[in-house]
């Protein structure tokens, strides 16, 4: 392709791929193609976004320019991809200093329709000709009448909120800020909720002007795609524009040149140990791979490993209720040591710790067999991307790590040289962490202010006032007749001309046959043969009668503690030294599963081990010994854990509302999801507090009288599932009959059936500006259309009312067997966001579609029964159609529904849905204002702060 220059070609050992490294001639735009035999193509376009405030200009501005182009006319294109394409991935990403478009497809035809759609958005959005565009994706004022109130809203705006609700996000924040002084990363790259009614629409479009140009863009390629017709592809884009020189200076972070010592504080409740104390180096240059290599083995080793020394200090002395780190950013690797749940008077205490614990690294260097288990998992994590079916885009994403700062994407690909040196010199480790803590650093102590998010909304409440004081008739008149406008135009339908302008595919091209795997079985032990790199998998299900909530509780708090204490053999620190040696997954937990299309369940043991084919035999030896010797005479550590765990689930829990919302909605409709609730939801906390309060005999005692019934659980027969090659399936069955694992009779699964019951509807209350809402059901049966239903209903209806119109940050309804959810996150709105899950039945009725229409919400659902996977993954689905006693052919009848969907189907999953939402579980996650506007709404509360 003469319009490309060839600037680099070379092999990716670690990818088995080929790269090729372009320069287009005209506009001198790079393009990076990995090209290896993945059908799962993958493409992106992004830019260098450089900002120098907290408006979020660059995150409303990836939001904007996929609401309509110069070639695709509808309101939302994205939405429509989503709702008609074949994408296996379909989004955008601001990060602090680049903003990226990525997509990837199956399928050649969809992948250029992709590419296609995400070039013209970028290049030519509708974002100069509509400014709707910009008051829905980023923040407008809102006046329903004179009388009422002046609001702010927004998508942006709302995404934000929810974002800087949780504690850890505001200390990274306050971290960012003070660490990176006078440099590209010291603002909010999202936006600031108090900074984002500030940036004009004038503005977004002078920074669309000067960025988003070829001459500033990083064009990705990945996958088995014709590379030629790729480039000729782009050029027809490209060639539009001449070269330009982008002015967009980075603003690189800049060694500190005194010790910095802070004092602020964050939105949170006055109490004891709610304090953060925070201590960051500067460690080297990000752009190599040998210091990120070094500085994450530092990090791990003096922090985030369990019994990694100043982490293992600073608990087992009281000083703090966990120990965490943050991202780097830019150039410059941050290591940060943030000490959570913490009284401001032990920071010295804290302080001295540190100081002493790096300088034993620094004189003595690491214990030879825990940096080999860091770099044994290190290795792991950084060659499988953590086993994602998006190898593509997470390739994408690490080429900037290079790129984005003018050096060669390649060698950010490349990390076996990295690992060779170290592994050949571990007193590297030493002479990377003198570099990292000789020089300065920043102590932080982050105070909580129980008023802050309260001031900051009297004062919003206020400024809007006097805004609003401020304005004439007209002007308010104004404000009023644009709400109405935008609403209107949130909520219309596009025009058929519009419609036509997007990329269509034929459902006659979609096969109704699907994958499955060589899945071999005798008796109870399973086996797929699939290329895993040398790792040998085992997955292991043993059925369990149901118990009392609290057994259940229990033996799930038993697997969450059995690997981070002692052993008879092993104190807790040498344990995981032990375990990462020689292991990668290693891990027990209790799970819940429907049989396919029956009213009945069973509960589960889950036992998860893998390691190197080789290693398989030692490691299941620890694996048992690990799962059957634990003691429990270190009730001081277990209570450290206990109080840890108890910080990250609410942590997690104000982070991800959505999760723990959508199992408590779903806890009284049947017994089976009353026992996920016990052991992952809101009750589980309040147990694992229960736990943590007993004095030292009463604790040991209650966990050794539970480890009995543990150990008696994890010696019963159960299905075993074993993923690797060849060699490594004959090796690790060998080693289970050797155990005695195998049997060659039919296992009781211990079923139970299940009684669907009326739902509750219950408030979970937090420190959290944004609201989770949740309504939960039984269908009385299922079809394969369903998912066609529900993709019409996700990406219109509730999208257009709940996303566009309302400004939560997503929406939707998602189905699994015959349970049904519908949902909203970081959401605004409360009582309205109810009220439009319980119009969409309504709305399905009145749908009269064409059958194009239909055929396209065939084609966008398609993927729902034949996702992309990865090897393991895909071994894994077959394991659980064993355990689920369904089959292929099962899921090929709803397929085959599914691709015979017509209008009638739409009314009668309506109907479906309005019997399932008689009984359903109701929940809100919000915070104590939201809950005294709605109390009378609610059976019960759940204090989560």
């Known amino acids: 392709m003469d319009k490309f220059k060839l600037i680099k070609k070379e092999h990716i050992n670690e990818l088995n791929s080929d790269a090729f490294l372009y320069e287009h001639e005209k506009t001198k735009a790079r393009v990076l193609k990995v090209e290896n035999n993945d059908e799962n193509k993958a493409f992106g376009i992004g830019f260098r976004t450089v900002q120098n405030d907290d408006t979020g200009v660059c995150h409303i501005l990836e939001h904007s320019v996929l609401s309509g182009s110069r070639k695709y006319k509808t309101k939302e294109p994205f939405m429509d991809l989503v709702k008609s394409s074949l994408q296996t991935f379909l989004n955008a990403m601001t990060f602090d200093d680049k903003t990226i478009y990525p997509i990837s497809s199956r399928n050649e035809k969809d992948f250029f329709n992709l590419m296609d759609v995400y070039m013209d958005a970028v290049l030519f959005p509708d974002i100069y000709n509509n400014e709707k565009i910009f008051m829905q994706e980023g923040w407008h004022y809102e006046l329903e009448n004179k009388d009422a109130p002046l609001t702010i809203n927004g998508v942006v705006y709302n995404e934000m909120k929810g974002a800087m609700s949780s504690d850890i996000s505001q200390v990274m924040d306050k971290i960012a800020r003070y660490l990176y002084p006078n440099s590209t990363y010291n603002t909010n790259s999202g936006g600031d909720p108090e900074f984002i009614p500030t940036l004009s629409r004038e503005a977004l479009l002078d920074y669309h002007r000067e960025k988003y140009h070829p001459s500033n863009s990083y064009i990705f390629l990945y996958g088995n795609g014709d590379t030629n017709k790729e480039l000729e592809f782009l050029d027809g884009y490209l060639s539009e524009f001449e070269f330009k020189d982008v002015k967009n200076p980075m603003k690189y972070i800049k060694p500190l040149e005194k010790n910095i010592d802070v004092e602020t504080t964050y939105f949170g409740e006055a109490k004891p140990k709610n304090d953060f104390f925070v201590v960051s180096y500067l460690a080297g240059d ?53 000490a959570k749940g913490m009284n401001a008077e032990d920071k010295d205490k804290i302080l001295k710790i540190i100081d002493e614990e790096i300088g034993s690294l620094i004189k003595s260097g690491l214990d030879e067999k825990l940096f080999k288990s860091i770099l044994h998992q290190l290795k792991y994590e950084i060659k499988t991307y953590g086993d994602t079916p998006h190898l593509g885009i997470m390739t994408y994403i690490r080429a900037f790590q290079t790129w984005l700062y003018d050096k060669d994407p390649i060698d950010a690909l490349k990390f076996d040289d990295a690992f060779e040196k170290l592994e050949n010199d571990s007193e590297l480790v030493q002479k990377y962490a003198k570099d990292y803590f000789d020089g300065y650093r920043m102590t932080m102590l982050v105070k909580p202010d129980p008023e802050l998010g309260k001031k900051r909304e009297e004062e919003l409440k206020k400024k809007l006032a006097e805004h609003k004081k401020s304005l004439s008739d007209e002007e308010l008149e104004e404000i009023i007749k644009k709400t109405k406008e935008l609403h209107e135009f949130q909520l219309s339908e596009d025009s058929e001309e519009a419609k036509k302008t997007l990329p269509r595919l034929n459902v006659k091209d979609l096969s109704d046959k699907l994958q499955k795997e060589n899945e071999k079985i005798d008796g109870n032990i399973s086996s797929c043969e699939a290329f895993t790199g040398g790792v040998t998998y085992m997955d292991a299900l043993v059925p369990i009668d149901d118990m009392d909530d609290e057994k259940l509780q229990a033996i799930t708090l038993l697997s969450d503690l059995i690997d981070r204490i002692d052993t008879e053999k092993y104190n807790y620190k040498d344990l995981n030294t032990e375990i990462n040696l020689i292991s990668y997954d290693f891990n027990v937990n209790i799970m819940t599963s429907k049989y396919y299309e029956k009213n009945e369940a069973s509960i589960f043991l889950s036992k998860k081990l893998s390691s190197d084919g080789y290693d398989f035999e030692k490691a299941y030896d620890l694996f048992e010994e690990v799962h059957k010797t634990t003691v429990f005479d270190n ?311």
């Not at 703090?320 to 290591?335: I, R």
């Open 635 to 945: 009730t001081k550590k277990i209570k450290e854990i206990l109080n840890t765990m108890i910080s990250d689930l609410k942590l997690k829990a104000v982070m991800t509302g959505i999760a723990i919302t959508r199992t408590e909605a779903m806890k009284n409709v049947n017994r089976r999801f009353a026992i996920d609730a016990k052991i992952s939801g809101a009750d589980y906390i309040k147990y694992i507090e229960k736990v943590a309060s007993m004095d030292d005999v009463e604790m040991k005692k209650y966990l050794e009288d539970m480890y009995e019934i543990y150990k008696n659980i994890f010696d019963e027969k159960g299905f075993y599932h074993i993923t690797s090659d060849s060699e490594g399936i004959k090796k690790a069955v060998a080693v289970l009959e050797k155990k005695g694992l195998k049997v060659d009779g039919e296992i009781d699964k211990k079923k139970f059936a299940l009684k669907n019951n009326p739902g509750t509807t219950t408030a979970l209350v937090a420190i959290t500006d944004v609201n989770y809402c949740i309504d939960a059901g039984i269908l009385p049966k299922t079809s394969g259309s369903d998912s066609v239903v529900r993709n019409m209903l996700s990406n219109s209806f509730l999208h257009d009312n709940i996303r566009a119109k309302g400004g939560a940050y997503g929406d939707g309804i998602n189905q699994s067997d015959d349970c049904v959810v519908f949902y909203s996150y970081r959401d605004p709105n409360l009582q309205n966001t109810f009220d439009v899950f319980e119009k969409s039945m309504d709305w399905l009725r009145g749908r009269d579609l064409k059958k194009e229409q239909i055929d396209d919400l065939i084609i966008g659902s398609y993927n729902s029964f034949d996702p992309n996977l990865t090897p393991r993954m895909r071994s894994l689905r077959d394991f659980s159609y064993r355990i689920n006693e369904t089959s292929v052919e099962d899921l090929e009848k709803k397929l085959k529904e599914a691709l015979e969907t017509k209008k009638e189907d739409f009314a009668d999953f309506a109907d479906r849905l309005e019997a399932a939402m008689k009984n359903k579980g109701r929940t809100v996650f919000t915070n104590e204002d939201g809950y005294e506007k709605s109390k009378d709404m609610w059976q019960e509360k759940k204090d989560l702060k």
């Open 286 to 338: 990000s752009t190599d791979n040998l210091n990120n290599l070094c500085h994450e083995v530092i990090t791990r080793a003096l922090v985030t490993e369990d019994g990694a020394p100043i982490k293992d200090r600073i608990l087992s002395e009281g000083l703090a209720t966990d120990v965490e780190t943050m991202y780097s950013v830019g150039t410059v690797n941050n290591l940060s040591i943030i």
